[in-house]
């Protein structure tokens, strides 16, 4: 998980050393393919419905909310559904409110998705990822509202329909003929717009001058109007929605106005089709732009672009956002463009002075994913938050990343090729992001970014796809993998790293010298330099910096300082390695050494347990040449070919054949133990419970927990629900995977990963 690469080169395959067949492992039960969300989704539209209703109690929740309910949509969308559409509409709340959504009850972002004031009705569209259980958690932030859900489809990895975004195209102004008189339909041919496969279409709809209370909605051309809304106005009113609705046969959408009359305007800005367009990638929300950080309002006329590669792939052709206006001195509209383009006639938020006003917006996207903001009349801050985008996956086509058994989204119990990067050299894995170099020596990361972790220069949000590190840097050739943090070599010998402290931002670690290899434990980093000595900087909250002192009386922040190791006559570190708190060194007379916490005899010094060990020596190994580590556990593998283990056994992760009882069955060693069936692996990575490693021959061994996901690469998953844990959750011994050919391997939250040349 915590990963090192060296610039050294292993000696076992110069020593003649070959693996040999492992072992028959447990048992293990058959598994269904898993979901890689690094696919993308395609859409499944519905006939609208009315899922949530708290003024009559439908989907659950009967009352004005006054803080959180839960929407359970499992009987409303199936099983492999990713993401729903929903139209969110809140009724007669008595306080100026916001509405946030969540697919689990704590982890809920701080964009809001609906402004609210006193009394007022008001809707918008959103896109949300569902959590496993298929439900959503609703947040009221003041006072007590009545909520509304109406569903429009969902994402599914299952083959669906896929979006083409088109130019804003004004497809209906009925300002041009008649407004919609209560009662009234209008029939919207998109046939000249959208091809004949077309399932669905989204547009922006905006309602301007009605004469009275009343809502619009929309649905297929040809079906029974369905009881839900769209647009919620009142009298004298300019508002827009944002629209996805399924097509008639005709390919026509009906609009329907409910009471007085109303000018009605659609702005089309895509369509789903089964044969052509791109799937949909969610991004955990995240808040892109905000002109109150940079006291920087729009004025009257002023534009701005914005390039959301920091959040997508610079090849995404469309973005799913929510848009929010505050501060608004003077009636206006906003519009959203790509970049480098003509702006069009038409318009994605229309802003009242002195309120604060979201409108969701599925936003094309310009050359290198950027987009312009434009508002027309006053001054007004304008809020970019990011749900998703559209885009295709370039396809692997040489030396490329298989993933298995991540959590859910991540992975199937099968390794899979990847189809985002090509010419990878090598991987690195840590709690929640994982990281890739290639031949080009750019560095990628995906996964989790509540740090910064993706090194983009942003914090928050997430991606399921790789995006580069550093912008343009280049010459990188090894990669590691903290917690919360990433770190990188290049060429020169210069260190890098970005995360926690660092605001998402990359920036230079000033280690003595060129270094030759980099470590990271969940808080400390470590790197080896040219003279053989290894420096750290971190966290010492478990005596991970191994007694190094700072050099100088004032030393900033992630200032390096020598790790304490013995280096008698002329010896010196050659490979270094890191668990989750504990850190390995090995020396050049064959020795290797450890630091940090002990909590299950993870250090292999013998000592007893406890929170920090001083750099000694793992007993009993002589003639190393690689070493490995993980969560509670390290590795080491002899110039013979045997591999041993020291610390947690939990899950088997000793590869030993012994079986550990349960969780609260004393099971470690505190001193090396062999390794069951398996020989020569030139490198080992271990996380979550879950060790894997590469042999000469670039098969892909693993041991320990299996999961539910199938950790183990096998193509089956375990059932680890219950107590003792079944056989079929663990294997205590080496088990080969399906991957064949790899160059190089590394685990973490987000699964195990291989580079395979093919």
Not at 74 to 91: C, F
Request: some cysteine.
């Amino acid at each position: 998980m915590r990963r090192r690469v060296a610039l050294s080169v292993c000696v076992l395959a110069l020593l003649g050393v070959h693996p040999v067949a492992a072992q028959a492992g447990p048992a293990l039960s058959a598994s269904s393919a898993g979901v890689f969300a690094d696919e993308g989704y395609a859409f499944v539209p519905l006939s609208p419905s009315r899922v949530l209703d708290t003024r009559d109690g439908t989907g659950g929740a009967v009352g004005p909310v006054q803080g959180r309910i839960t929407l359970d949509l499992t009987t409303t969308v199936p099983a492999t559904a990713t993401a729903v559409v929903l139209n969110l509409t809140g009724v007669a709340p008595t306080a100026a409110t916001h509405i946030r959504v969540s697919p689990d009850e704590y982890n809920v972002p701080s964009a809001s998705i609906l402004n609210l004031v006193p009394g007022e009705t008001r809707a918008n569209q959103i896109t949300v990822l569902l959590g496993p259980d298929r439900r959503l958690h609703l947040h009221n932030n003041a006072g007590a509202v009545h909520l509304l859900a109406d569903l429009a489809g969902y994402y599914t990895p299952d083959p669906a329909s896929r979006f083409t975004a088109v130019p804003a195209t004004r497809v209906l102004d009925t300002r041009t003929s008649t407004a919609l008189g209560p009662g009234a339909t209008r029939e919207v041919d998109l046939s000249a717009h959208v091809p004949a496969t077309a399932t669905a279409v989204t547009f922006t709809l905006t309602g301007t001058g009605p004469t009275a209370s009343t809502h619009v909605t929309a649905h297929p051309s040809g079906a029974a109007r369905p009881d839900v809304s769209n647009l919620n106005l009142e009298p004298g009113q300019t508002s827009p929605n944002l629209v996805t609705v399924a097509l008639g046969a005709d390919r026509r959408v009906r609009l329907y106005n409910h009471a007085g009359s109303t000018h009605l305007l659609a702005d089309l800005a895509g369509y789903y089709a089964t044969d052509r367009g791109h799937r949909f990638y969610p991004v955990t929300p995240a808040r892109v732009a905000d002109s109150r950080i940079i006291h920087d309002p729009y004025l009257a006329g002023w534009t701005r672009d914005f390039t959301l590669d920091s959040w997508m792939p610079a090849t995404a052709v469309a973005a799913v956002v929510n848009l929010t206006g505050t501060n608004v001195t003077a009636p206006t509209y906003v519009v959203a463009y790509p970049a480098e383009t003509t702006r069009p006639s038409t318009s994605n938020l229309n802003l009242p002075p002195g309120r604060d006003t979201s409108n969701g917006a599925v936003l094309a996207l310009g050359r290198g994913a950027r987009m312009t903001l434009y508002n027309h009349a006053g001054s007004t801050d304008l809020i970019l938050d990011l749900t998703g985008f559209f885009a295709t996956a370039p396809g692997c086509v040489a030396d490329c990343l298989h993933a298995w058994g991540g959590d859910p989204g991540h992975g199937s119990p099968t390794p899979s090729r990847r189809p985002w990067l090509s010419g990878v050299t090598s991987v690195a894995a840590g709690r929640g992001t994982a990281y890739a170099v290639t031949s080009d020596g750019t560095l990628w990361a995906w996964g989790e970014n509540r740090s910064g972790q993706l090194g983009t220069g942003t914090r928050g949000g997430s991606s399921a796809v790789p995006l580069q590190v550093g912008g343009g840097m280049s010459g990188m050739v090894a990669v590691a993998a903290g917690e919360q943090t990433g770190h990188a070599l290049q060429s020169d010998g210069s260190v890098w790293t970005w995360g926690w402290d660092q605001q998402g931002r990359v920036a230079r670690v000033l280690v003595p010298s060129k270094a030759t290899a980099i470590a990271a434990s969940d808080s400390t980093t470590f790197a080896l330099v040219a003279d053989g000595t290894v420096w750290a900087w971190g966290s010492d909250g478990f005596g991970n910096l191994g007694g190094g002192a700072c050099p100088t009386a004032n030393c900033p922040p992630a200032t390096p300082v020598r790790v304490s190791l013995p280096l008698p006559g002329d010896t010196r570190i050659t490979a270094i390695e890191a668990g989750a708190q504990t850190a390995f060194a090995l020396r050049s007379d064959g020795t290797v050494w450890a630091w940090g916490r002990n909590w299950r005899g993870e250090s292999g010094t013998g000592a007893a347990p406890s929170d920090r060990v001083s750099p000694s020596q793992v007993v009993g190994l002589t003639d190393v040449v690689t070493i490995g580590g993980g969560d509670l556990v390290g590795y080491a593998v002899t110039a013979d070919g045997r591999v041993w283990s020291w610390g947690d056994d939990t899950w088997g992760t000793l590869g030993t054949g012994a079986t550990c009882a349960g969780p609260t069955a004393v099971c470690w060693s505190t001193v090396p133990v062999q390794v069951t069936g398996l020989t020569g692996p030139t490198t080992i990575d271990s996380a979550y419970g879950t060790t894997v490693a590469r042999t000469p021959d670039g098969a892909v061994w693993a041991w320990g927990g299996n999961g539910d996901n199938g950790r183990l690469g096998t193509g089956v998953t375990g059932s680890c629900a219950t107590t003792p844990l079944p056989m079929d959750c663990r294997s205590s011994v080496p088990v080969r995977t399906l991957v064949t050919g790899a160059s190089d391997v590394a685990v973490g939250a987000l699964g195990a990963f291989a580079v395979v040349p093919g």
